[in-house]
């Protein structure tokens, strides 16, 4: 069958399944979802032999990469366990809100209902996989899964495991799919399918995703860069900036989430950046800083315009020194990328205005941006993170899975 | 200056305006509309000779185009109430929802701000230049504008009385921008620069939202057409019923929301295919019915496939008799243009199962499709109507140029 043939078919099997599982009960949703945590937990040989193929096939990968593809009994103990608080969760489906009665007699309201089909395009990690088909099942939608050509084989065997959990509860297994080529033009069919995705979801490189978005006919929930900051006001508990902006930069380097740049008040330069320097420095994080930053810390190095706007997802750290709480909102609104970013502060009217003009996903006050992310925020899950305003903005879970249909309610009323 | 260099400059006008509408108090958003509508009202030659010179121009249109190109003193009042009826509206802006305590310490909950920069496309009718100019005002976001270029003089001088009140308010004048040339290029290069703008909404025929859907290259808040179905049930109140089909397809034939199609119940086909048709027959309506309502209905003309899919918006209606409600459902989410659709029934099971199974912007039980309108529902006024299902659903409002942002509130919480 021809490539184009082909995700045809996936893209009609998936539209039929979405109808099945917009209709069907939590109990049926969760029966798959258990069944699938148990299936996950009792892997056999298939699986096994599936996940050995794939890391045979990546000897050239770096450990770090190669580790993100196994799949060893821990990590399907979690992703097992991932399936069942879901199951546990309230189903987001059917729920209804803000019904009100209008002049005219009818009552109007609001019923969440799934979007329909996404499609999903991910790299290496296979446990991707079952978080995406999860939370397709619980929302109600069906999905057509992309995964990277690493973990081709790996996938194949989850999405089988997935398959048969749906069967077991009477529900249809062409609601999870995974493209079973690695052919590259299989992404841009996918992409430029309206009539059988209502929703692409890329998880990746940059790259990758500003390709899909460049390219893409449907709408895109998408995540770019995590250029986040933390801003330490002129009225501030020292102790505590410290604590959070140690924390924000230094607790782990590579999550989107991580403080990429400091922005200090100058009323507090002088206190703040020796102290906070000692910790970076004992902790081997560089710090690239403003022309008052390298004066103040003699471990510094000058930073270029460039440093501002790079989410370096590394031991790195651009400072700044700020006259006000207006130039450092500038700053963030302009070289920020509209992640998250926070406000350490002790003054309230500062406090509002941060949280209110700050452009981003999420703006936070006295906590370590490290916080933004699906399960702090307890949306139980997380199907990716959007660094966009449209639909769902920050870390979307099953809601961002929805949309919000009209309901009437009437008694034969007529418009005049 | 190159067309390429004014949008340019329209956008990163559009821009900064948007920050400083983000940050606008409620109070001056208020003036600038109440402003709006006094100058309206008081408008001078100066608006009526731009308004002369495009009718004088639209002397080949028909008499309804001619018409509502018109900017007569009724047209000027009803739009300055609607400015009015906008100012008396609660600020959607700043509202925080959901705040709950985490166990990591943190409280998160969810804060309304505006989505940035819309662009509009629109076509002859001069006064969506002000429902715009107004819904942009309130929901804190700055616009740019495209009418149609039959009302470029009207729609110039309006926007030079939108300017005059954003300035007497104390707004950027560039908050609402219309685009001053007729050149079909600019569409182009307004729905390709995401970096200026962050969704378009089209208002016009099928045709341009077609193109600039397929086109475009930012999100498009797009309303296709309204092929909406009634839905006669087993079960069901005659006399209603009769009531509310007669208005959904009869009080008025252009809008989106009247009914195309009358699906009938096989057990009522007999009792209630000969009344309804008395009334349609009285009206001039044409039946195309299928063979069953053909043979119930000698005044019904068959209808072929393509009638079913049809949105008439006209004195037209296609007709068929269906053996259960789950045809219905299958019908209308096969043929439908998931605008709005409803079910005239008394079966509580069958009700629920129509509003949660019709895969549309708005489902109704015992109400006329007449009635999907932003005014209907409260949302005092309507952007538009959207019939995706991503970000807003149906009659879009106020809410629907905004999106939610994250808020966490700390005390100094770190991530372990």
Redesign the interface.
């Known amino acids: 069958m021809s490539l184009p043939a082909y995700m045809d078919d996936l893209g009609r099997a998936a539209r039929a399944a979405a109808?099945a599982m917009?209709?069907a009960s939590t109990a049926a949703k969760n029966i798959a979802l258990l069944a699938l945590a148990r299936r996950l937990r009792e892997a056999g040989p298939a699986l096994a032999e599936a996940n050995a193929r794939d890391l045979a096939g990546a000897a050239e990968l770096s450990g770090p990469l190669r580790d993100r593809l196994k799949l060893d009994a821990k990590t399907l103990a979690t992703v097992a366990e991932g399936c069942e608080q879901i199951a546990a969760m309230p189903d987001p489906v059917?729920e209804i809100t803000g019904v009100?009665r209008?002049p005219?007699g009818?009552s109007?309201g609001q019923?969440r209902?799934p979007?329909?089909v996404f499609g999903m395009i991910y790299e290496s990690r296979p446990n991707v996989t079952i978080e995406a088909a999860s939370l397709a099942i619980k929302s109600g939608n069906a999905c057509i899964l992309r995964g990277g050509s690493e973990a081709i084989h790996s996938n194949l065997a989850l999405a089988e495991i997935v398959a048969a959990s749906l069967e077991e509860a009477g529900l249809p297994r062409t609601a999870v799919q995974l493209v079973n080529t690695t052919d590259r033009a299989a992404v841009g069919l996918l992409i430029s399918s309206p009539q059988w995705v209502?929703?692409i979801i890329p998880r990746g490189g940059k790259g990758l995703i500003e390709r899909i978005s460049?390219e893409a006919?449907v709408?895109v929930i998408k995540h770019l860069d995590g250029n986040c900051h933390s801003y330490v006001d002129a009225e501030v508990?020292l102790e505590?900036a410290l604590?959070?902006v140690?924390?924000?930069k230094t607790?782990k380097y590579s999550p989107c989430n991580a403080t990429e740049s400091l922005l200090v008040h100058a009323a507090q330069a002088r206190a703040f950046l020796p102290l906070i320097a000692e910790i970076f420095h004992a902790k081997g994080v560089e710090m690239r800083g403003c022309g008052r930053t390298c004066a103040l810390l003699p471990a510094a190095v000058p930073a270029t315009e460039e440093d501002w706007s790079t989410e370096y997802l590394a031991p790195i750290i651009s400072i700044k020194v700020v006259d006000s709480l207006d130039e450092a909102i500038v700053h963030i609104?302009r070289y920020g990328s509209h992640h998250t970013d926070?406000i350490l502060t002790t003054n309230h009217p500062n406090a509002m205005r941060f949280?209110?003009?700050v452009?981003?996903?999420?703006?936070?006050?006295?906590?370590?941006t490290?916080?933004?992310d699906g399960f702090?925020?307890?949306l139980g899950a997380e199907i990716g993170i959007s660094t966009?305003?449209?639909?769902a903005?920050?870390?979307v879970g099953l809601e961002g899975l929805t949309?919000?249909?009209?309901?009437?309610?009437?008694?034969?009323?007529?418009?005049g």
Do not use: C
């Not at 452009?359 to 370590?368: C, K, Q």
């Open positions: 109808t917009a209709a059917g009100k209008r005219s009818i109007v019923m209902v979007l329909g209502d929703v460049a006919k709408p508990d505590q604590r959070v140690d924390n924000a607790q609104n926070a949280l209110r003009e452009d981003s996903a999420s703006v936070m006050v006295n906590a370590s490290r916080f933004a702090e925020y307890g966009d305003k449209f639909h903005r920050g870390p949309s919000m249909k009209w309901v009437v309610l009437g008694q034969g009323e007529v418009r």
